[in-house]
């Protein structure tokens, strides 16, 4: 089982569609987690981080489930900017060594 | 200022060359890292300094070693490298390494062909 999972899609959306993404993680002593984007040929740029309360940023919203040991992202009118790989991302248990495990991400397509 | 700068931005080396990555950041960040990505797939962690000591190595081969001269600085020295090494060379920092939400923010990556 891999430590990070996502679907990879393809998810093609039109314009204006809520998306969301799911993403689950094996370690449970995993502390922090992120949702990155990926545009083609780009590096990785942060998203958010996600926060057990679970947190908004304008059309962004991720929660946790620690208990399930599920990441969502949700994405609200979606514009065509948002074409990209999004990356699940958490740290590698509880150990504060600043290592990230990466999803293989999950890719959106926002069509006119 | 959220950046992290890297050069070149791409290189093409033979086999039998040596070369050098750079990476620098002026966040006052003591975590440097070093990933390797290839097309389609996530990125790789293949080296940590904390406060500028290397804390991981991924089991990477010999030929990548790197050097951290300061908090600011980062670097990856190649030798002899293989053709399957061409990737995409990402260095990112983060405040220290540790604690909770500890974000890492990527540099804009060198595109290395060893050919």
Same mark, same amino acid.
């Given at each position: 089982?891999k430590?990070?999972?996502?679907?990879?899609?393809?998810?093609?959306?039109?314009?204006?569609?809520?998306?969301?993404?799911?993403c689950?993680?094996?370690?449970?002593?995993?502390?922090?987690?992120?949702?990155?984007?990926?545009?083609c040929?780009?590096?990785?740029k942060?998203?958010?981080s996600?926060?057990?309360?679970?947190?908004?940023?304008?059309?962004?919203?991720?929660?946790?489930?620690?208990?399930?040991?599920?990441?969502?992202?949700?994405?609200?009118?979606?514009?065509l900017?948002?074409?990209?790989?999004?990356?699940?991302?958490?740290?590698?248990?509880?150990?504060?060594?600043g290592?990230l495990?990466?999803?293989?991400?999950?890719?959106?397509?926002?069509?006119? | 200022?959220?950046?992290?700068?890297?050069?070149?931005?791409?290189?093409?080396?033979?086999m039998?060359?040596?070369?050098?990555?750079?990476?620098?950041?002026?966040?006052?960040?003591?975590?440097?890292?070093?990933?390797?990505?290839?097309?389609?797939?996530?990125?790789?962690?293949?080296?940590?300094?904390?406060?500028?000591?290397?804390?991981?190595?991924?089991?990477? @081969?010999?030929?990548?070693?790197?050097?951290?001269?300061? +908090?600011s =600085?980062?670097?990856?020295? /190649?030798?002899?490298? #293989? @053709?399957?090494?061409?990737?995409?060379?990402?260095?990112? +920092?983060? =405040?220290a390494?540790?604690? /909770?939400r500890?974000? #890492?923010?990527?540099?804009?990556?060198?595109?290395?062909?060893?050919?």
């Amino acid at each position: 089982r891999k430590e990070v999972e996502q679907d990879p899609g393809p998810f093609n959306v039109p314009e204006g569609a809520t998306v969301a993404f799911n993403c689950t993680y094996s370690n449970s002593a995993s502390q922090s987690f992120f949702w990155y984007r990926q545009d083609c040929r780009k590096e990785p740029k942060l998203l958010m981080s996600v926060y057990s309360s679970g947190n908004e940023d304008g059309r962004f919203t991720a929660q946790l489930n620690r208990a399930s040991q599920y990441i969502s992202l949700l994405i609200r009118d979606s514009k065509l900017s948002d074409s990209a790989t999004y990356l699940c991302v958490v740290t590698a248990g509880s150990s504060n060594t600043g290592k990230l495990i990466f999803g293989q991400g999950t890719t959106l397509q926002v069509k006119p | 200022d959220t950046e992290v700068t890297q050069t070149p931005k791409h290189l093409v080396m033979g086999m039998t060359n040596k070369k050098s990555l750079k990476c620098e950041q002026h966040m006052g960040h003591r975590a440097m890292y070093w990933y390797k990505q290839k097309a389609k797939k996530p990125p790789e962690l293949m080296f940590v300094y904390s406060y500028e000591k290397l804390s991981i190595n991924e089991s990477v @081969p010999s030929r990548f070693s790197p050097e951290c001269p300061n +908090s600011s =600085l980062l670097n990856l020295h /190649l030798h002899a490298l #293989q @053709p399957e090494d061409s990737a995409l060379y990402l260095c990112a +920092s983060s =405040l220290a390494g540790q604690g /909770l939400r500890d974000e #890492q923010f990527f540099g804009p990556g060198t595109r290395l062909t060893v050919l």
